[in-house]
RNA sequence: AGAUCCGUAGCUCAGCCUGGUUAGAGCACUACACUGAUAAUGUAGGGGUCAGCAGUUCAAAUCUGCUCGGGUCUACCA
């Protein structure tokens, strides 16, 4: 144990930083921190896979520091909170890093590189930052399982993966099924929303747009429409579409079931044929003019500018369902389904087009819900290549737009609007600009195409992941209910299937028919699968694999082995790879294994669900979605009961980080250059995790400052005298009441805060935590307990009051390095050690392992705590008046002047009178109760206890208030009621009503703070004048006692020449200023030429300290 | 396009849930003081149409509606 308390010369966090995290790597702290709490109430942590594979960036350290204080807290809460770190391996951001990395596209795989040697460049490339980021996660002091991480690519994870889906597909919510997806002809691929979402990727482009004219078949359903329209007239429904290409693959229309429509009678402004039209009501503005209204049809001619059209039926959206038109392009039928009616659906809106949709359930993914709702059948009349099929007339073998760059090209969309003019099928064709996106990679624009995939039948259990969604405690609220409770309404099915190469193969086997198929749930199954096949079909089949089974779960291997059905047949594996959302939704189970290894942790609820998570707030629909998701489906449980989203950080303009503005702060150099805890600090408290923070470094730097720099020096404050007087807390603990009333004030508040503290910290609300010991440091201990306390320490002997003061400050700082443990790891632990290794008090070696403090209920004192604010507040005023009548502190004063309202207040003020004295540096404080006529009183009306009972009199009754006499107030004060006379009525007021401040006493000079007022004497006699002289000598002496490095208990001998102005001082006050300045003598000579120049009061002389030998 | 969060001093933020008449703090700036904690501290000062408009109310930064600006997510849809 150290004898001493280590001292320091300046603070130098990043250095701190660097030993503490070596005690922690030698000693195992974080491993202790965990295994110290084996059989201790489990908080369950899940940490989020970073990806590896790309660098990690200022705004990674924000939530980190969130999940690691949180963790931290827990901890030394007693709970046993294990951390396993993991990573993110597969997907698209891997597979285009290695595209670019190799120089290729994906259509070069298979071809140029084998899918082999492709997976292993991107099983090596994924793991390619792996050591910044553990370098990071060290350095910040983010405590977390590096040794022992999850893989998202290695067999025992996918194998766990693969158990989740058999257990979904046993459920039956695994389904095969053909979906709109967006797809880039030009590359041949279909795209993922990530893809789509790459800066730049939509345009604004100008289409041909068709309102198209769909004709109605007269029938029960739509006889209403031809009886309107008339005897042996034509009915059109109008619907508008920018992609006039879709048109020949039309099979539905679409309308809002509670949406106006109206059947209008004009003109074909092409043909000029009488035609009867279906158009929303609140639309029919933007095809008719209002000129036009009920004019004349039969005087109209095809040169008349103004086409005259009449409204003959109004009538709701849902009259109109399962009315037949005639099919507007009859190139091709669907296989199966009945097509060609009106459809209802809830996507229909009236802000553009014709309020009726155009419905093409291939090329589009509400057209193809609200088909298949009503199995209208689907035709896809565009191929992969994006050009038209060959069935498609004399536009077949067209591309639908220039995907081949041909200079040539003539726009199909164009071509088939002529068509329709031609054929009384066009009611509008003009060209329309709007955004759409395009191929990142082509530049050309995306398609949405029917392809094939695999989806989870998320709806099946909406209700239920609504309900539980209710139970999870959301950090900030409004995500929860909002942006994910919304997301949750509107779910659709989960599209799992990705075609891909490195990702977690889809365990599914399938007969070439798809009649039969398997859904593989364990490594073992397939190995048993594959030796079966080999027994049933012969031959060669999966022949490589019979030996040792499956090394490798992923692409080409998997796809190398068939599988036999019951009835005999081969099957083979459904290509696609899985999202990989899945991989990280299914963490809480692939992280363990299981169930192949650990079933019971996860089964007894010892490692599910999280107690906690954090993220960023945009995984909100990802990483949040798919945990709920797959928890709520597999162990129709929540996956985490605490969820925090943390907003983003910008930079300190408020703009988004990117490398391509340049403004990305690079978390190292911050850290190194400010230090970890700094960061952190600044991270935590400047604003709550969830608000988007601006970062700037500046305000690290007032963090360093303000927090670090306080406590650091009251920490050197401390140890400095303490070693003096050899205090190591070996001392009986004084008992509270056996401390002066400022030891028990700073023992109160120190308590109030670790109540707050942990109240916040148990909300999750570290930002308040933070404040809270900030403002504790600064304003509490350091600017008023260590301010006025700083003789206590080195004035006196070794005994009671200075032990005590020793043992006070002792205490304030070991709880606050407990407190600010969990934000600030590296500076807490350094505190506690420096101050632990001196006293040995604890017996844990680190802060991380010791306890949270408790909160000691009954050293919170209220009352202690209210007058310590007065005493404050009139400290604060007098410092004021004294400034204001330019007289220095160092001035003695005879006395101050308080009004005092009551007894209580009084009583408060006495006492804590002597630090208010020897903080202002005045001699007596006179207290002032009732005296009317010699205060001048103030009046406010109390708006809240009159505004109700006053209502619309209020401003009256304010105005009669404000006009009171000082006799009024008086009587009123005295009678304890008053009536005012508000607009010739008598009404009553009570004192309650209305504040009463002491504003002035008039010839003192007076200053006030709400309801306190100080007034102050500042008559200066010939003593007091002596004894100020005699503190600024004392004060001199000191300084030349400091810069001339004597040790603090250096005795002196010290001469003075005879100034007569000062002269009574020296003699008055000899024993005092002897005392002050540990001087042996102090003597007066007649002159004096050597020492150091000083001046007092204007006086210039020299004065002589010798040291004395 | 929809959902959601945000907008208070030059900067970072309190206050808003629960309405009350002089809207606060820190930083920065200016001046003065203090100085056995000194790269600290105190006192004083300047600095705000609380984004805008309308409404409710005796009273609105605070409640309601709309608008504008910024962020994020989702979608891109005829």
Redesign the pocket.
């Known amino acids: 144990m150290a004898s001493k308390y280590q001292e320091y010369n ?1 603070l130098n966090l990043p250095q701190i930083e660097q030993e503490i995290r070596k005690e922690w790597e030698q000693h195992q702290i974080f491993e202790k921190s965990v295994s110290n709490r084996d059989g201790a109430i489990p908080f369950v942590f899940y940490e989020g896979p970073p990806s590896a594979n790309g660098l990690p960036g200022i705004h990674h350290v924000i939530s980190r520091s969130l999940k690691d204080l949180v963790c931290r807290y827990k901890t030394m809460k007693g709970h046993q909170v294990k951390r396993k770190s993991g990573w993110d391996t597969h997907g698209l951001p891997v597979e285009l890093g290695v595209e670019k990395a190799l120089g290729i596209t994906k259509e070069d795989i298979g071809k140029k590189i084998s899918i082999a040697e492709y997976n292993e460049t991107c099983r090596k490339e994924v793991l390619k930052y792996k050591d910044v980021w553990e370098e990071l996660t060290r350095k910040m002091g983010y405590w977390v399982d590096l040794q022992h991480p999850y893989i998202t690519f290695e067999n025992d994870y996918i194998e766990s993966l693969w158990w989740c889906m058999q257990q979904l597909y046993k459920k039956g919510l695994l389904y095969k099924s053909v979906s ?1 997806q ?1 797809y880039s002809p030009a590359a041949g691929t279909g795209l993922s ?1 990530h893809e ?2 790459q800066p730049g ?2 345009k604004d482009v100008k289409d041909t ?1 068709v309102v198209a004219m769909f004709k109605a078949i007269a029938s029960d359903k739509s006889q209403f429409l031809f009886d309107a329209a008339g005897a042996g007239e034509e009915v059109f429904f109008l ?5 006039p290409w ?1 048109l020949p693959s039309n099979l539905g229309l ?1 309308v809002g079931e509670n949406i106006d429509y109206q059947l209008v009678k004009t003109f074909n402004p092409y043909t000029h044929l009488p035609v009867n039209v279906v158009v929303a009501k609140d639309l029919a503005g933007k095809y008719f003019k209002a000129e036009g209204e009920n004019g004349d049809f039969s005087a109209w001619t095809p040169e008349d500018k103004i086409i005259p059209w009449k409204v003959v039926a109004g009538f709701k959206g849902r009259q109109l369902e399962n009315i037949r038109y005639e099919q507007l392009l009859p190139f091709a039928q669907p296989e199966e389904g009945d097509p060609f009616r009106v459809l209802l659906g809830d ?7 014709t ?4 419905t093409a359930p291939a090329f ?3 057209d193809n819900r609200v088909g298949k709702k009503y199995g209208i059948g689907i035709l896809t009349l565009v191929d992969r290549q994006g050009k038209f099929t060959d069935n498609v007339g004399e536009f077949s073998g067209r591309y639908v737009k220039n995907y081949k760059n041909e200079t040539e090209y003539k726009d199909v969309d164009v071509d088939i609007a002529v068509k329709l003019k031609k054929e009384n099928r066009a009611f509008r064709v003009e060209k329309y600009e ?4 395009h191929c990142w990679r082509t530049d050309k624009p ?1 398609l ?1 195409y029917p392809l094939d995939a695999w989806f989870i039948r998320t709806t099946a259990v909406k209700d239920r992941m609504v309900e539980l969604n209710k139970t999870i405690q959301w950090k ?1 609220a ?2 929860g209910t ?2 994910f409770g ?2 949750l309404e ?1 779910m659709v099915d989960w599209n799992l299937s990705r075609s891909r190469y490195w990702g977690t193969p889809l365990p599914i086997w399938r007969t070439e028919d798809g009649t039969e198929e398997i859904c593989i749930g364990s490594i073992a199954e397939l190995n048993d699968g594959i030796r079966k096949a080999n027994e049933v079909l012969g031959g060669d089949v999966n022949k490589a694999y019979l030996h040792d089974g499956i090394l490798d779960l992923h692409k080409p291997y998997v796809d190398e082995i068939i599988l036999v059905s019951p009835s005999g047949k081969p099957m083979r594996r459904e290509p696609d790879l899985v999202d990989v959302w899945f991989d990280s939704g299914a963490m809480p189970y692939a992280q363990w294994h299981y169930p192949f290894e650990n079933k019971e942790n996860i089964d007894k609820g010892q490692a599910f669900p999280a107690d906690f998570i954090a993220e960023g ?2 995984q ?3 990483w949040f979605y798919t945990l709920h998701a797959l928890g709520v489906m597999l162990f129709d449980n929540v996956a985490y009961k605490t969820v925090v989203s943390n ?2 950080v ?1 930079d ?5 980080m990117s490398k391509r503005l340049g403004n990305v702060v690079d978390p190292f150099q911050t850290i190194d250059q400010y230090g970890a805890d700094a960061t952190r600090w600044y991270m935590i408290t ?3 995790p ?5 970062f ?1 470094v ?2 690290i730097k ?1 963090v360093q ?2 927090l670090f ?2 406590l650091y ?2 920490y ?2 401390f140890a ?1 005298y303490a070693n003096l007087d050899g205090f190591r807390f070996e001392e009986k603990y004084i008992p509270l009441e056996e401390r002066p009333e400022i030891d028990r004030w700073i023992i109160s508040v120190l308590n109030t805060l670790v109540k707050q503290v942990t109240g916040n910290m148990d909300e999750f609300e570290p ?1 308040q935590a933070g ?1 809270a010991v900030q403002e504790f440091v ?2 509490h ?3 008023w ?3 006025l306390c ?1 003789r206590r ?2 004035k006196g002997e070794y005994e009671h009051d200075k032990i005590s003061a020793f043992q006070t400050l002792y205490e304030c700082l070991e709880k606050v390095s407990q407190l600010m443990a969990p934000v600030s790891p590296f500076f807490s632990d350094w505190m506690y050690r420096n101050l632990n290794s001196v006293s040995g008090l604890r017996s844990e070696s680190s802060v991380h392992l010791s306890n949270f403090p408790a909160v000691n209920e009954v050293a919170v004192d209220k009352e202690l705590e209210e007058r310590m604010q007065l005493a404050q507040d009139i ?3 007098v ?2 008046l ?3 009548t ?1 007289n ?3 001035q003695p004063l005879q006395k101050i002047l308080i009004p005092v309202t009551d007894e209580h207040m009084k009583a408060q003020i006495t006492l804590v009178e002597h630090l208010i004295k020897s903080e202002v540096n005045v001699k007596t404080i006179e207290y002032l109760t009732e005296t009317e006529g010699f205060i001048k009183k103030k009046i ?5 206890s ?3 009972r ?6 009256a009754v ?1 105005a009669a208030i404000g006009g009171m006499e000082q006799h009024d107030i008086a009587v009123l004060e005295k009678d304890g009621e008053f009536g005012l006379n508000v607009e010739n009525e008598r009404i009553p007021i009570v004192l309650s009503d209305v504040d009463i401040i002491s504003e002035d006493i008039p010839g003192w000079t007076v ?1 006030n703070k709400g309801m306190l007022t100080v007034a102050l004497d500042i008559t200066i006699s010939p003593e007091l004048l002596d004894e100020g002289n005699a ?1 600024e000598l004392v ?1 001199r002496i ?2 030349i ?2 810069d001339s490095g ?3 208990t ?1 005795r ?1 001998n010290v001469k003075v020449p005879d100034v007569p102005a000062l002269k009574s001082a020296l003699m008055n006050f000899n024993d005092y200023i002897c005392t002050e ?2 001087a042996d003598s102090l003597e007066i000579v007649p002159q004096l030429q050597e020492g150091t120049e000083v001046e007092v009061n204007e006086f210039k002389f020299n004065v002589l300290v010798n040291k004395k030998r």
């Not at 709007?434 to 996106?437: D, G, L, Q």
């Not at 006053?950 to 401003?955: C, L, P, R, T």
């Open positions: 300046q709109i967006p929303s789509l979402n990727t939509y747009t619907a508008w579409t920018t992609t879709t679409t996507f229909v809106t009236t802000e553009d087009g309020g009726i949709v155009h589009g993914a509400d709007h955004t759409y996106p995306v949405y900030p409004a995500t909002g942006r919304q997301w509107n707030v945009d909100t629909r990802g907003g983003l910008l300190k303009d408020g703009n988004k400047n604003a709550s969830w608000d988007n923070m601006k700037n500046e305000g007032e400052r303000k720099g306080t020096n009251t050197n404050f400095m930002t404040r600064d304003e201990l350091s600017n307990y260590v301010r700083r320490f080195w400290s604060s005023l410092l004021s004294r400034k204001k330019n220095k502190v160092r406010k009306p109390n708006f809240k009159l505004g109700t006053m209502g619309a009199k209020m401003k304010a200053a503190r004060n000191q300084k006692r400091k004597f040790e603090l250096d002196i300045i540990l």
